[in-house]
C-alpha cells in the first residue's frame, strides 16, 4: 500500500481544517485536555477529512493538544486517511487484533498515559466495553468527558459549510418536487421512495444520515415511518421528508401532500404546522434563547387545538452519517433550553401536527440565523399539495 | 394517544416473538441476570417487533427473568410500540426529560434496584455518560456485561427469518443486474447507484444498514467508497456491492464489472477473489470452525499472489439497522476464530483482492449453513462482467 501513488482529495482546504483545529484546541485548553479521543465519525470527519462507510469498525482521532493528531483505524481504512485526511500520521489493527489495545498503546507511545484525557462519553462509537479495558490499560491517566470539545466549533457553521448545505437545500428541493409528482391514488408508496431516490443521487446527493421518510394514510401517524408498499388511497395524507446531503453536510424539508379530496380537518392541521413554522421562523435572531424561539411553536400549535407541549421542533443540522441527519444532540429548539442563538447557525425545524390514528402533518424548512435573523436555505411552496 | 384504535402490524407471529424471549431467557439464566436492559436496535426488534428509525434517541426493552417485558422510548416512538411489538408494556419520555433518569425509575418500579442487571456494553446506544449515570442512580444494582445474551439466539435463523433473507436475496440480484446494466465508458457513478435504488425500493427492499457501493476506477481501492459523481472510463474496474432488506433482514451481493477492455491484471484479480470465495463455500459445514474456513479464503488468496493474511472474510448476516448491514460482530470468518458453524447460521462472504492505487477486486454470495453443507442464497452470474 506504501508505495502506491495517492491522489488526495480532500473536502476543503487546509486552511479550513486547521482553523477547526485550533478552535478545538482552545476548548480543549479550557477542559484542560491533555490529549482528546475523538470517536464520533461526524467530529473526526470535520477534523481531519477522514471518513468511510465502515465506522462500525472502530476508529479514532487522537488530537494531543501539541503535536500532531493521529488517526487509528480499522486496516482497510487507511486507504482512505491516505486519500481524504490532511493528516498524515495514522495507526491501524488487523481484524483479529484488538482496536482499544491499539489505541492504549498509540497514547502511550505520544507520551500522555499519565495526561488528562478526554473521551467522548456521549459518543455511539466508543463502546462501554472499551472504555473500561482502555481505563484499566491506562491506569496512569486522568479520563474527563470530553463530549462536545468538537461540537463547540461545529455548531457554527463556516462559509465553506454553508456552501455544502446549501447545495443539498437545493437536492432536498428537487426531491420533493419529484416525490410530490408522484403521488396520486393508486401509486405505491415504494414507488414515490424510488424516484426521490433517483433524483437525488443523480444530481450527487450522498448516501444520507436517515432514510427519506414516505408514509401514506394513517402511517404519517407512526413516528418516522417510510415507504411499506402501501398503496396511496383518494384522499389519503401523504408525509414526505427528505435531505440533500454534499460533502456528508445535510439540508432537510418537509411537505405534507394530501390525494384529493382534502378533509377539512387534514388542512386545518397542515395550516398549524405551517402557522407554528412561521412564527418561528420570525422569532429567530441572534442573542435569543431556543426555548423562546419554541415557546412561539408550542403556543401556536396548542392554540390551533393540537398537542404541543412536549416534542422538540427543530435542532441544528451540518455534518452527517447514520443513524441520523440532525445535530440535535448539540442544540434543538425544546422547552428549557436556555442556550442563545447564533449567527452562522442552521438548524432544520420540523413543525408536526400529530394525530395518532389519524394523521401526522408537517411543514419544515432549512434555516440560517443571520446577523439579524433568520434565511430559509429550503425554497419549496409552503402549502398543502393537493394531489 | 390511549384513545385511537390500533392496527397492529406485527412482523412475525407472536409464537415467534416468545419462542426468542425464551430462549434468551435461558441465556439470562445461565448467566444469572435478573434483568437485561437491550439497547442494541436489532435486539430489540428480534424480541419485540418495534423498530423505528429514530434509535439516535435513547431507547431500551427491558427483559425480566420473569414477568412482562417493558419498552422505553422516546415519546412520539410509542406510536410504534402500539402498532409493531407484541409487548405491550411501554413508557416514555419527553423531548427535555431525562431517558436515563426513566430506565431507572423504571427499573425501581419493576423491584429490580438490587437486583444483578445485564447492559449490553458493546452496544453502541448505551453511551458511556448514560451507563455512569445509571450506575450513579442505581447504586444497589449489580452490573454485568449481557453483551451477545440476545445474539447467542440470535445468530441462527428460524425459518420464517430465512424467508426474509430469501426474499432480500431476489432483491439483491435484481439491483445487480439493474446497476451491471448501466455500466458504460461515460456513465456516472452517481446514475448507476440511482438505478440500483429505485431498482430495489420498487421491489420493496427498505432502508439499508448501509448504503449500496458504486465505485469505479481506482476509487474501488478506497475501502467502503461509493458513489461520487465520478465518471466511468474505459477499462474502468466498477465495484458493486448491494443488499435488500425485508423486514429489516438483508442479504447482500457483490460483482466486479469492467468497461472493456479488460486488463490482463484485473481478470487474474477477480478470478483469484473468486476462485477464493468458491473455495469457502465449498468448506462451509456444520461444526467448522470458522478460522478454518477462512484459511481456506487466505492460501488461496496468498497462492494467487495477493494480500490475504489479515482482512476478515465474511460474517453473519440477518437483522440489520445503519451502519451496519452485517452481524459481524456476532460472527465472522477471520483469523483465531475458533466457534464453529452451525445449521441455519447465514453470511454474507465478500471475497476481495485488493491492490491499493489500483483497484480491488471482489465477489460474494449470501449462503446459509444446511444440516450438510452450504446454499448460496443469491443468485447471479459468477463472474467479470465485461461491459
Request: glycine fraction near 8%; proline fraction near 4%; charged fraction near 25%.
Given at each position: 500500500m506504501d508505495n502506491a501513488v495517492v491522489q488526495k482529495d480532500l473536502a476543503f482546504p487546509i486552511v479550513e481544517f486547521q482553523r477547526r483545529l485550533k478552535a478545538v484546541r482552545q476548548e480543549m485548553a479550557k477542559r484542560r485536555l491533555d490529549l482528546l479521543v475523538v470517536s464520533t465519525p461526524e467530529n473526526i470527519y470535520y477534523l481531519s477529512g477522514y471518513h468511510t462507510v465502515g465506522y462500525y469498525s472502530s476508529q479514532f482521532l487522537l488530537i494531543p493538544r501539541n503535536g500532531d493528531p493521529i488517526h487509528i483505524t480499522r486496516g482497510i481504512e487507511e486507504t482512505n486517511v491516505k486519500v481524504l485526511s490532511w493528516i498524515d500520521r495514522s495507526t491501524s489493527y488487523m481484524?483479529?487484533?484488538s482496536p482499544v489495545e491499539l489505541l492504549a498503546t498509540t497514547i502511550q507511545s505520544m507520551g500522555c498515559a499519565n495526561s488528562t484525557i478526554g473521551v467522548e462519553k456521549i459518543s455511539w462509537f466508543l463502546s462501554i466495553l472499551d472504555y473500561?479495558?482502555?481505563?484499566?490499560?491506562?491506569h496512569g491517566a486522568i479520563f474527563e468527558d470530553g463530549s462536545h470539545t468538537v461540537e463547540s466549533a461545529r455548531v457554527v457553521k463556516s462559509?465553506?459549510?454553508?456552501?455544502?448545505?446549501?447545495?443539498?437545500?437545493?437536492?432536498?428541493?428537487?426531491?420533493?418536487?419529484?416525490?410530490?409528482?408522484?403521488?396520486?391514488?393508486?401509486?405505491?408508496?415504494?414507488?414515490?421512495?424510488?424516484?426521490?431516490?433517483?433524483?437525488?443521487?443523480?444530481?450527487?446527493?450522498?448516501?444520507?444520515?436517515?432514510?427519506?421518510?414516505?408514509?401514506?394514510?394513517?402511517?404519517?401517524?407512526?413516528?418516522?415511518?417510510?415507504?411499506?408498499?402501501r398503496q396511496i388511497l383518494k384522499g389519503d395524507p401523504v408525509l414526505l421528508e427528505i435531505s440533500g446531503?454534499?460533502?456528508?453536510?445535510?439540508?432537510?424539508?418537509?411537505?405534507?401532500?394530501?390525494?384529493?379530496?382534502?378533509s377539512r380537518e387534514l388542512e386545518r392541521m397542515e395550516e398549524v404546522s405551517r402557522k407554528a413554522l412561521e412564527n418561528m421562523i420570525e422569532a429567530i435572531r441572534p442573542g435569543r434563547p431556543l426555548e423562546e424561539v419554541w415557546n412561539v411553536w408550542s403556543r401556536t400549535v396548542t392554540e390551533g387545538g393540537y398537542e404541543g407541549r412536549f416534542k422538540r421542533t427543530g435542532y441544528s443540522i451540518g455534518i452527517n452519517f447514520p443513524p441520523d441527519w440532525g445535530e440535535g444532540y448539540m442544540l434543538s429548539f425544546k422547552r428549557g433550553e436556555t442556550r442563545t442563538l447564533r449567527p452562522n447557525m442552521t438548524f432544520h425545524i420540523p413543525s408536526l401536527v400529530k394525530v395518532f390514528g389519524f394523521a401526522d402533518a408537517g411543514t419544515s424548512e432549512t434555516v440560517l440565523v443571520t446577523e439579524t435573523g433568520c434565511e430559509i436555505l429550503t425554497n419549496c411552496k409552503r402549502q398543502l399539495f393537493v394531489c
Amino acid at each position: 500500500m506504501d508505495n502506491a501513488v495517492v491522489q488526495k482529495d480532500l473536502a476543503f482546504p487546509i486552511v479550513e481544517f486547521q482553523r477547526r483545529l485550533k478552535a478545538v484546541r482552545q476548548e480543549m485548553a479550557k477542559r484542560r485536555l491533555d490529549l482528546l479521543v475523538v470517536s464520533t465519525p461526524e467530529n473526526i470527519y470535520y477534523l481531519s477529512g477522514y471518513h468511510t462507510v465502515g465506522y462500525y469498525s472502530s476508529q479514532f482521532l487522537l488530537i494531543p493538544r501539541n503535536g500532531d493528531p493521529i488517526h487509528i483505524t480499522r486496516g482497510i481504512e487507511e486507504t482512505n486517511v491516505k486519500v481524504l485526511s490532511w493528516i498524515d500520521r495514522s495507526t491501524s489493527y488487523m481484524d483479529h487484533e484488538s482496536p482499544v489495545e491499539l489505541l492504549a498503546t498509540t497514547i502511550q507511545s505520544m507520551g500522555c498515559a499519565n495526561s488528562t484525557i478526554g473521551v467522548e462519553k456521549i459518543s455511539w462509537f466508543l463502546s462501554i466495553l472499551d472504555y473500561e479495558r482502555l481505563k484499566q490499560l491506562l491506569h496512569g491517566a486522568i479520563f474527563e468527558d470530553g463530549s462536545h470539545t468538537v461540537e463547540s466549533a461545529r455548531v457554527v457553521k463556516s462559509n465553506l459549510e454553508l456552501e455544502c448545505i446549501r447545495q443539498a437545500a437545493r437536492i432536498a428541493d428537487a426531491g420533493m418536487e419529484a416525490g410530490i409528482g408522484q403521488i396520486r391514488a393508486g401509486a405505491n408508496e415504494n414507488d414515490v421512495a424510488a424516484e426521490i431516490q433517483r433524483v437525488v443521487t443523480r444530481m450527487g446527493s450522498e448516501y444520507p444520515g436517515l432514510p427519506i421518510f414516505v408514509a401514506s394514510g394513517v402511517r404519517t401517524s407512526h413516528a418516522h415511518a417510510t415507504w411499506s408498499g402501501r398503496q396511496i388511497l383518494k384522499g389519503d395524507p401523504v408525509l414526505l421528508e427528505i435531505s440533500g446531503c454534499v460533502r456528508r453536510y445535510s439540508a432537510a424539508l418537509m411537505r405534507l401532500a394530501v390525494v384529493k379530496p382534502a378533509s377539512r380537518e387534514l388542512e386545518r392541521m397542515e395550516e398549524v404546522s405551517r402557522k407554528a413554522l412561521e412564527n418561528m421562523i420570525e422569532a429567530i435572531r441572534p442573542g435569543r434563547p431556543l426555548e423562546e424561539v419554541w415557546n412561539v411553536w408550542s403556543r401556536t400549535v396548542t392554540e390551533g387545538g393540537y398537542e404541543g407541549r412536549f416534542k422538540r421542533t427543530g435542532y441544528s443540522i451540518g455534518i452527517n452519517f447514520p443513524p441520523d441527519w440532525g445535530e440535535g444532540y448539540m442544540l434543538s429548539f425544546k422547552r428549557g433550553e436556555t442556550r442563545t442563538l447564533r449567527p452562522n447557525m442552521t438548524f432544520h425545524i420540523p413543525s408536526l401536527v400529530k394525530v395518532f390514528g389519524f394523521a401526522d402533518a408537517g411543514t419544515s424548512e432549512t434555516v440560517l440565523v443571520t446577523e439579524t435573523g433568520c434565511e430559509i436555505l429550503t425554497n419549496c411552496k409552503r402549502q398543502l399539495f393537493v394531489c
